[in-house]
C-alpha cells in the first residue's frame, strides 16, 4: 500500500491536471455572447481611447410609444456628447426588449446623417465583405445574436453631438389581465463589453465620464416619455411602477407623460388592465397605408391600403368562475432510437409534470411510438388515483429505441376523433413530444390537415437540435403551439407553462370574413385559439374601397359566438402594416419546403423590401444621406455594421444548441488503461516483484524466525 | 509470551491483509478492464458499424430505397463522403453519413440534419459528427480543400472549404439555410479534449463548386 499510494495519486493528480487544463482553455477562446444581454441595461455609446474602455450616457432621452392592443410602437431618439478632445470610433448599445425588431434608424454624427435601408441580404453581404477587407472585422462578426441593438459610430470629432434615432415594435406583455411595457433605463455600475473580444480584451478599468461628474448624487439625465395607449378597450388602473406620471384621457385614448430629470436607478415600467366583461371581447385598430414610404421610383403606386388588426381578450378573471371543461388530453411520445439519452429522460420528465397537472374530470391516454405504436389504455380514460398511478408506472417504464414510425402513432391520436364526433363537448388535445426525426414530412403534414378534425396538435420539441421547422409546421397546421425545450432545465418552467395556458381555452375555432361573407386577406391561414392566459391579434389587409365592419366567429365551450366590428370607430394606430407583413413573411417562412425553396425566398425579400422589414432575406443597412454640399468627401454607401434584431428572427433560425459531438471514449480509455497500469504495478509489489523490494523488504524476516 | 503473542497476532493480521490485498487488485482489475471495455466499444462501434452502413448505402445506390444497416436502427445512410485532401487522400477516410443528428445515430457514422438542405440540394447541408472517431480527420482538413458527398442517386457533388471557425454551442446560426448551396461540418472542440462535454464547436464551410 506504502508504494502505491503516493504513486497512485501521484498520477491521479497528474492525469486530473490535464484533465482540468483541457476543460479551462475553453473559456478563454470564447467570450460568452449571453452575458452582453446582462450588462447592457440602457442605451449607451462604448467607446475606447488610450487604452481604456470608456462609456458615454445620453444628455437627453426622448420616447415615443404608440400602443395599439398588444402591439407597441416605440421611436428613441437619444443625444450624446463627445467630451473628449480627440477623434473617436465608437459603438451604440441599445438593450431591446425581448420580441422587438428594428425597423428604421437615423443617426447623425456632427454634419454626416446615416439612415438605415432594408437591402436584400446578398447586397448586404457585399457590402460586409467590403467592410471586413477594411478592417472592420469586429463589427461584422459579433453582432450576430441576441436582442442587442448595436451599431458602429465611425469618427466622432470632439465635442461632437451624436443623435442615434431608431424605431422599433415590440409585444406588450399581457399576464393575468395586466398589460405592462417596459423601457430601459436602469445604469449599470459596471459596463463590461464581451462581444469586443480580442480587441479590446485587456480593458480592466472602465471609466464612465458622466457618472463621474455626478457623483455626490443619483445619476439622472434628462428624459422624457410620451406614450399613446389605445388597448382598444376602456383602461381601468393605469400605474407606473417607478416614476411619477401624468395621464390624460380621451375617450379610448390615453397620453401618459414623463417628463424631467428622472433617476436612472429603475426601469421605466408601465402597467394597466382593461375594462373587459366576462366574455371574450373584440377590438379593431387600423391604418391607411405603409408606415415606411417606398423609395422615389416607386412612389406612383403609393396606395392607401387599410391595414388593421382585431384583439380578441379573454375575459377578466374576477368576472369569470372558472368553468369546467371537459378535455381529453392525449400524450404522444417519441420512443424511437433517435430520443435515446438525455432527449427520452427530458420527454419523461415532462410526461410525468403533465400528468400531474390533470383533473379528476380530464380524461388522458399515453400513446408511446417506435417501429410499433403501443398505448396506455385503449380508449381515453379518466384522470383518477388508480389510472394516474398506471400512468406514472407506463412512463417510467418506457425506453427509447427502434424506428420513427410517426404516421401510425398521429393516426391513433387524431384519427379515433372521428368516433367522438358524438361527444362534441369533450376538447381533445393531443401533447406531441419528439424530436421530428422523420422522413416523410410532407406526408405528415398532409395526415394532421385531413385528420385534425376538432383536436388540437400541440408539438414539443425536445433535444439539442429538433427539427424544429417539422415541428413548427404541424403545430400551424394542427392549430396548436410548438414548444421548445432545450435543457433538463428548461422541463419544468417550460411544460407548466404549456399545460397552463392550454388548460383554458376560451374562443376556439376562430374565424374572421367582412359582413358580405368575403375574407380579407390575414396570416397564417387558421387562426390560433383565444386562451384565459394569452389573447390573439389578427392582423389583416383591407383595399380601400372595400371598407366595411368585420364579423369574428368562433366556439365558447362548443357554443357558436360572434362579434361585429365596425373599422369606422377605431381609432388610427400605426405599424399595424409591419405587424401584417411580418405575419406573413412568418406564414411563407413556414410554407417553405425544398421544392419551393427559391420561389418563396423571393417572395419574402419582395415583401421585406416593400414594408421594409428584417428578414430572413433582407437585413438592415446604414447608408450615409449627408446633403451633397457637406464638405465631407465619403458618400454614398458606408457600411457601419449590421443590425440584427433578434426576436423577428427567430422564424428562420434553428433553436436550441449546436448537435452534440463528442463522447468520453477516449477518456474512458485513457482513465481503464492508467488504472490497469497502476493495478498491475500494485500486484507486482503484492508478490513483492518490484526492484528494490526483495532488498528493502526480506531482510527483517530473519530477525522475526 | 506476551512478545510471541502479539508476534502470532501481527502475522495472522498480515495474512488477512494480504488476502484483502489480493481482493482490492482483482477489484482494481475488474475496474480497469470495464473502463477500458467501455472506451473501447465507443470507439469500436464507430468504427465497424460503418462497414454496416457501407453495405446498407451500397444497396440503396443499388435499388434506390432506404436501406438500415442493420434491422433496429433508427437510420439509414444518406450519403458517402470522401475527403480530397493531401492529409486525407487515401479511400480508407471514406465516411458514410446517417440521417438524423440524435446522440444515437452520432454513435455510429457523422449524421445529417434533417431540417436543412439534402445532400447535393441548394441551401445549408448540414452534417454533425463526433470529434473523436469520425470528425477527428476534421482536424487535417484544410482550407481549398474538396470535399466531395455521394449521394443515395449516386450524383456527385463537390465542396471547397472556405472557412474553418469555432464557434459557441448556443450559435445555431450556423444551421440557418442558405441561399448558396454550401456543407456545413460541425464537430466539437477542442480535438484533443477527453472530455464528452463541450461548450464549442468547429465548423468546416465549404461552398458548392
Redesign the interface.
Known amino acids: ?1 506504502f508504494a502505491k499510494g503516493p504513486l497512485g495519486l501521484g498520477l491521479m493528480g497528474v492525469w486530473l491536471l ?2 482540468t487544463n ?2 479551462e ?3 478563454h ?2 467570450a ?3 452575458r452582453v444581454s446582462d450588462e447592457v441595461t440602457q442605451g449607451v455609446v462604448n467607446y475606447h481611447i488610450n487604452g481604456q474602455q470608456k462609456q458615454m450616457l445620453a444628455l437627453d432621452t426622448q420616447v415615443e410609444m404608440a400602443v395599439s392592443g398588444l402591439i407597441n410602437r416605440v421611436t428613441v431618439k437619444q443625444i450624446f456628447n463627445n467630451i473628449e478632445q480627440e477623434w473617436i470610433n465608437a459603438k451604440y448599445v441599445f438593450p431591446l426588449p425581448d420580441n422587438a425588431g428594428v425597423d428604421g434608424m437615423e443617426l447623425v454624427i456632427g454634419e454626416r446623417v446615416f439612415k438605415g435601408v432594408i437591402k436584400p ?2 447586397q448586404a453581404k457585399q457590402a460586409f465583405e467590403r467592410a471586413k477587407q477594411q478592417g472592420k472585422q469586429a463589427s461584422l462578426v459579433s453582432q ?2 441576441s436582442n442587442i441593438f448595436t451599431t458602429q459610430l465611425a469618427n466622432i470629432g470632439p465635442q461632437q453631438q451624436i443623435v442615434v434615432e431608431i424605431t422599433y415594435l415590440e409585444t406588450v406583455s399581457y399576464q393575468d389581465g395586466i398589460f405592462s411595457l417596459r423601457f430601459p433605463l436602469v445604469v449599470a455600475p459596471r459596463y463590461r463589453p464581451d462581444f469586443q473580444r480580442g480587441e479590446f480584451a485587456q480593458a480592466q478599468q472602465i471609466v464612465v465620464p458622466m457618472l463621474n461628474q455626478t457623483q455626490h448624487q443619483l445619476p439622472s439625465h434628462k428624459v422624457s416619455l410620451n406614450i399613446h395607449i389605445d388597448s382598444g378597450f376602456g383602461l381601468t388602473q393605469l400605474s407606473s411602477l417607478y416614476h411619477d406620471i401624468q395621464q390624460h384621457n380621451q375617450g379610448r385614448l390615453t397620453h401618459v407623460v414623463l417628463q424631467g430629470k428622472v433617476p436612472l436607478d429603475r426601469d421605466f415600467v408601465l402597467q394597466w388592465q382593461t375594462d373587459v366583461g366576462d366574455e371574450v371581447a373584440g377590438a379593431i385598430f387600423y391604418q391607411t397605408g405603409q408606415t415606411h414610404l417606398l423609395s422615389v421610383e416607386d412612389n406612383a403606386e403609393v396606395s392607401d391600403d387599410i391595414y388593421a388588426m382585431a384583439l380578441l381578450l379573454p375575459p377578466s378573471l374576477e368576472h369569470k368562475s372558472q368553468h369546467h371543461i371537459n378535455r381529453e388530453l392525449i400524450f404522444v411520445i417519441d420512443t ?8 427520452i429522460k427530458q420527454a419523461k420528465r415532462a410526461l410525468d409534470l403533465a400528468l400531474t397537472t390533470l383533473k379528476p374530470m380530464d380524461s388522458f391516454n399515453i400513446i408511446d411510438f ?1 417501429s410499433s405504436v403501443q398505448s396506455l389504455f385503449i380508449q381515453a380514460q379518466a384522470a383518477n388515483a388508480a389510472n394516474l398511478v398506471k400512468a406514472r408506472r407506463y412512463v417510467a417504464a418506457l425506453d ?5 414510425e410517426m404516421a401510425p402513432a398521429l393516426d391513433k391520436a387524431l384519427g379515433s376523433t372521428i368516433n367522438h364526433v358524438q361527444q362534441q363537448s369533450k376538447l381533445r388535445q393531443v401533447i406531441f413530444l419528439t ?5 416523410n414530412e410532407a406526408q405528415l403534414f398532409e395526415q394532421i390537415a385531413h385528420q385534425l378534425q376538432h383536436s388540437r396538435l400541440f408539438t414539443v420539441g425536445i ?1 439539442s ?1 429538433p ?4 415541428m413548427k409546421r404541424a403545430a400551424s397546421i394542427g392549430r396548436g403551439t410548438f414548444t421548445y425545450i432545450g435543457k433538463s432545465a428548461e422541463v419544468e418552467q417550460q411544460m407548466t407553462q404549456l399545460i397552463d395556458k392550454i388548460s383554458q381555452p376560451v374562443l376556439t375555432d376562430v374565424e374572421l370574413y367582412h359582413l358580405d361573407g368575403s375574407i380579407p386577406e390575414y396570416w397564417p391561414a387558421n387562426i390560433e385559439d383565444v386562451y384565459q392566459r394569452s389573447p390573439i391579434a389578427i392582423s389583416f389587409k383591407v383595399p380601400a374601397e372595400q371598407l366595411q365592419p368585420v364579423i369574428i366567429s368562433g366556439k365558447i365551450n362548443g357554443q357558436y359566438w360572434q362579434t361585429q366590428l365596425d373599422l369606422t370607430t377605431a381609432d388610427a394606430a400605426t405599424g399595424l402594416d409591419l405587424v401584417w407583413a411580418n405575419a406573413k413573411i412568418s406564414a411563407l417562412e413556414l410554407s ?1 419546403d ?1 421544392a419551393n ?2 420561389r418563396v ?1 423571393q417572395q419574402i425579400a419582395a415583401l421585406a423590401l416593400r414594408y421594409h422589414l428584417v428578414s ?1 432575406a433582407t437585413s438592415l443597412l446604414a447608408v450615409d444621406v449627408t446633403p451633397v454640399n457637406a464638405h465631407y468627401g465619403d458618400k454614398g454607401e458606408y457600411q457601419l455594421g449590421q443590425l440584427v434584431p433578434a426576436g423577428w428572427q427567430i422564424n ?22 492508467s ?2 497500469a ?2 498491475l504495478l ?2 507486482l509489489w ?1 508478490k513483492r516483484m518490484l526492484p528494490g523490494q526483495l532488498l528493502i523488504i526480506q531482510p527483517p524476516e530473519p530477525d ?1 524466525a | 509470551m506476551l512478545n510471541l503473542h502479539s ?1 502470532q497476532r501481527f502475522i495472522a493480521k498480515g495474512r488477512r491483509g ?1 488476502a484483502l ?2 481482493l ?2 482483482v477489484m ?2 475488474l ?10 466499444y ?2 469500436a462501434k ?1 468504427h465497424f458499424a460503418q462497414y454496416l452502413i457501407e453495405r446498407a448505402f451500397n444497396q440503396t445506390l443499388a435499388d434506390n430505397k ?1 436501406h ?1 444497416p442493420w434491422s ?4 439509414y445512410p444518406v450519403a458517402k463522403m470522401r475527403f480530397m485532401s493531401a492529409k486525407l487522400q487515401s479511400a480508407k477516410h471514406d465516411l458514410y453519413i446517417l ?9 455510429f457514422g457523422p ?1 445529417l ?3 436543412g ?2 445532400v447535393g ?3 445549408n447541408t448540414i452534417i ?6 469520425h ?1 477527428l480527420r476534421l482536424k487535417y482538413i484544410q482550407l481549398g480543400d474538396v470535399i466531395e458527398l455521394q449521394n443515395t442517386q449516386g450524383h456527385l457533388s463537390q465542396y471547397k472549404v472556405t472557412d474553418l471557425r ?12 442558405t ?1 448558396d448551396s454550401r456543407l456545413t461540418l ?5 480535438f ?10 468547429y465548423i468546416v464551410e465549404a461552398k458548392s463548386i
Open positions: 500500500m490535464v484533465v483541457m476543460s482553455s475553453s473559456p477562446s470564447y460568452d455572447a449571453s441580404k446578398q450576430q445574436r424511437s432510437g433517435s430520443m435515446a439519452g438525455e432527449s417506435n427509447a429505441d427502434g424506428g420513427t424530436d421530428g426525426a422523420v422522413s433535444g437540435a427539427n424544429s421547422h417539422f417553405q425544398s425553396r427559391h425566398e430572413s428562420t433560425i434553428q433553436q436550441g444548441f449546436l448537435p452534440q459531438t463528442a463522447t468520453a471514449s477516449r477518456l474512458w480509455l485513457l482513465a481503464g488503461l488504472l490497469f497502476l493495478t500494485f500486484g503484492l522475526n | 508476534e494480504k490485498q489480493w482490492a487488485f482494481l482489475l475496474l480497469a478492464s470495464m473502463m477500458m471495455i467501455k472506451g473501447g465507443m470507439q464507430a432506404p438500415k433496429w436502427a433508427d437510420t440521417a438524423g443528428m440524435s446522440g444515437r445515430t452520432l454513435a449524421g440534419f434533417l431540417g438542405a439534402d440540394e441548394q441551401g454533425a459528427g463526433h470529434r473523436d472517431s470528425f469555432v464557434v459557441h454551442e448556443s450559435q445555431v446560426e450556423e444551421m440557418a439555410t441561399e460541425i464537430t466539437c472542440y477542442p484533443d479534449s477527453l472530455l464528452a462535454e463541450a461548450d464549442l464547436r
